[in-house]
């Protein structure tokens, strides 16, 4: 290990290589800049003269007259002897281009040496504790990310089982509603046969209970009508979605017409407001159709009689068309506002207007407006009426 700070480029020797003088050996090999050129002793055998031999210094037995007396590229001496004539003897001779220390000031930079030598030390096993740390911390980062993966990895596959138990549980369901089409549109078709007089005539209580379950009959027909279309929206793709340029003008106009009998009934007024350009959009024009029929049906059974409906087409700023239902019926709760859309939901209110609901229309123009990738909004406020909304992509 060498200490790092920088040392004035010197050519030292050391005279005594006791204890001591190799300990200063020992320190100033670690040092960059400070070339030890000669070492003197006496006694051969010492470690640190064992040592400079070992690794290519000068090793010197006699001082007198020697080159530590005569190099004068030499500029430091350290006099590791501790004996006064050897410092003096040195002091006269090399004096005017060489600094002598002393036993008592080589002990001094021995110690300083020394000290930042075992903080260095310090320092290097600081480094290596934190790089280990920092080894240890990495493994257990890679080993809790090891495991999270595997826990995404389980539950990815447990999504998917999902996924299929719920596929496989609408296509059981599908089947189920399917089958009961067809004995409901037998009974319903019994009733009306027995109401037109076909298995005698009926007395007047037992014709109003016929009447009433060909009435039930209907209604779970079209029940079991939008279960079907809803089940089959939701298992639809969209990249499967045919698609056409189309008028929307023209089919929210064909929409009104279809339920003239229903608006008309309850005495309301449909207005238009869609100005003179056509708003052309691609979209399917059966699944717009169904979408807008959902939201005027609902402005008319959730409005009482004669009250206005606004069916607004326009262009934004932004270069969207949309088209807005607006109706001044029993509106929605804020609280209710936010399960509008999900299947069978229907507010107490909605119930106490029109019994005949199966709360999945809503349901339904959601999942086509999703197909068309566009946004279905609703603005309400309870006893004012409500705005349906649909921005269609640009
Ligand atoms: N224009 C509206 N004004 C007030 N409430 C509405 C309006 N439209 C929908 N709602 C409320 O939202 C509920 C869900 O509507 P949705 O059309 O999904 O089902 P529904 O009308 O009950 O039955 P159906 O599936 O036969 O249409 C309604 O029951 C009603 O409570
Ligand atoms: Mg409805």
Redo the contacts with the bound molecule.
Sequence with gaps: MSIQQSFPHSSIAIVGMGKGGTSILKLLLQITGATVKYICDTNPKTEGMILGSRIGITCLTELKGSDVVRDRSLNLIFEATGKKDIFEYLQEEVATYCTVIGAVGARVIYYLLDGQQKITEELQQCKLILSEKVMERTEELEKSNLELQRQINDYQELNKKLHQINEEKTKYLVNATHQLKAPFAAIQSYTELLLDGYADTFSEKAESILRKMKDRCILLS??IK?MLELANLNSFLEENLQTDTENLDTILQKVVDSLHPLIKRKHMIVTFHSGKRPHIIRCNKKQIEALAQ??L???V???DPGMPIDILIKKDKGGRILFS?S?K????DKK?LQN??K?????????Q??Y??????????KRIAELHRSDIS?D?ISGE??V?KIEFPK
């Excluded at 005949?356 to 123009?365: E, K, R, T, W």
């Design positions: 079209s029940s939008e959902i939201l049906e609902n402005a059974n959730y409005s239902v109706d019926g029993i509106g929605i209710n509008i859309f299947e069978y939901f229907r507010t107490n209110r909605g119930v207007k029109s005949n609901g199966s709360g999945l229309g809503l349901a339904i123009a609703v309400s009426g409500s349906f």
